[in-house]
C-alpha cells in the first residue's frame, strides 16, 4: 500500500457500536510483513492470523453476553518480520444492552436437580469450561460461516432466562426451529471435540475451528460425528431433536470466542472470507 516503514500498524474494526454479545472482525494493516502479535481484549487473547502476503492480518473477538458497558482497550505488541516490535492500542466501548426476558416451562428435573443430576451438570460444566479455555493453535476454517439450518429464528440470542418460575443463565445461542429429523450442518469446517449427551444441553455436538473459535449444536436426536473427525464445511453432522432441557424440537446453536459467548450468527455476516478479498 506504499506506506513508509516506519508508519504504524493501523488497527481497523469495521463494526458499528459494540454491545454484549457481539463478535467483531478486526484487521492489522502495517507498512511491511509482520511476522507475529500478540494481543488481547476484554481479558481474553485475541489471536490474529495472516492475510495475503503478511501485511495484513485479521482476528476474531468477542465481548461476552454479559460483559459490562464501558470502554475497553484492544491491546498488544506486533513483531514485523525484520524484529522491530510495535505497541497496538485501540480503545472501544461497549454500549449498555437490553435483553428481553423470557419465561419457560420445562420438566421440573431440569431445574430442581436431584443429587446425581446436579454433581453430573457440574461436571459437564467443568469438561465445557475446559474446551472454551483451550485454543487449537491453527485456523481451520477458510470459507465463510453458513447457517447449520435453514430456518426461522424462534429464540433470541441473549435473552434473561426464567425456567418455570426461577432466573437462569442468559440465552448463550440462538434457537433454530426445525423438525426432529433435519439434518444440521457444519457452519464451518474444523474438528469434532465433542459429541455427547448432555444433562442439559442433550446430545450436543462441538466444533473446533481454531484459533479459539467453537460452534456448539445442542439438543440433537442423532448426532453423526465422533471426537476427532475432521468436518467440512456445510457437512451434515447430526439431526434436529428436543433432548435435554427443552419445550420442543429445535437446534440451539452457539459460539464461543477464547470462552466469550457470543452470537452465532455474527460469524455469518463477517465483512468477508478470511481468505477474501486479497
Ligand atoms: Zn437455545
Redesign the pocket.
Known amino acids: 500500500m506504499g506506506l513508509p516503514s516506519d508508519a504504524p500498524v493501523l488497527v481497523e474494526i469495521p463494526s458499528k457500536a459494540l454491545a454484549p454479545g457481539d463478535l467483531l472482525q478486526v484487521r492489522l494493516h502495517a507498512p511491511s510483513p509482520i511476522g507475529r502479535v500478540e494481543s488481547s481484549f476484554i481479558e481474553q487473547p485475541v489471536r490474529f492470523y495472516p492475510m495475503g502476503d503478511g501485511r495484513r492480518w485479521e482476528a476474531l473477538a468477542g465481548v461476552d453476553l454479559e460483559v459490562k458497558p464501558g470502554l475497553y482497550s484492544l491491546t498488544g505488541t506486533v513483531w514485523m518480520s525484520d524484529g522491530r516490535s510495535k505497541r497496538l492500542k485501540k480503545s472501544l466501548r461497549v454500549l449498555p444492552k437490553k435483553f428481553p426476558i423470557q419465561r419457560i416451562r420445562v420438566r421440573q428435573k431440569y431445574v430442581t436437580l436431584n443429587q446425581r443430576d446436579s454433581e453430573r451438570a457440574a461436571r459437564e460444566h467443568r469438561q465445557l469450561t475446559e474446551i472454551w479455555e483451550s485454543a487449537t493453535a491453527q485456523r481451520l476454517w477458510a470459507k465463510p460461516f453458513v447457517r447449520p439450518v435453514s430456518s426461522k429464528l424462534t429464540?433470541g440470542f441473549g435473552r434473561r432466562r426464567i425456567v418455570n418460575g426461577e432466573p437462569r443463565s442468559p440465552?448463550?445461542?440462538?434457537?433454530l426451529k426445525a423438525t426432529t429429523g433435519t439434518p444440521i450442518r457444519a457452519a464451518n469446517s474444523g474438528r469434532v471435540v465433542m459429541a455427547k449427551d448432555l444433562f442439559f444441553a442433550g446430545k450436543t455436538i462441538i466444533l473446533d475451528h481454531g484459533l479459539g473459535l467453537y460452534t456448539v449444536y445442542?439438543?440433537c436426536s442423532k448426532m453423526h460425528a465422533k471426537p476427532g473427525d475432521p468436518v467440512g464445511q456445510g457437512e451434515i453432522i447430526g439431526e434436529v431433536g428436543a433432548t435435554g432441557r427443552v419445550t420442543g424440537p429445535?437446534l440451539?446453536w452457539?459460539c464461543r470466542i477464547n470462552g466469550a459467548r457470543v452470537n452465532p450468527l455474527d460469524l455469518t455476516t463477517l465483512m468477508s472470507a478470511p481468505d477474501g478479498g486479497r
Open positions: 429464540s440465552h448463550s445461542g440462538v434457537d445442542a439438543h429445535h440451539h452457539a
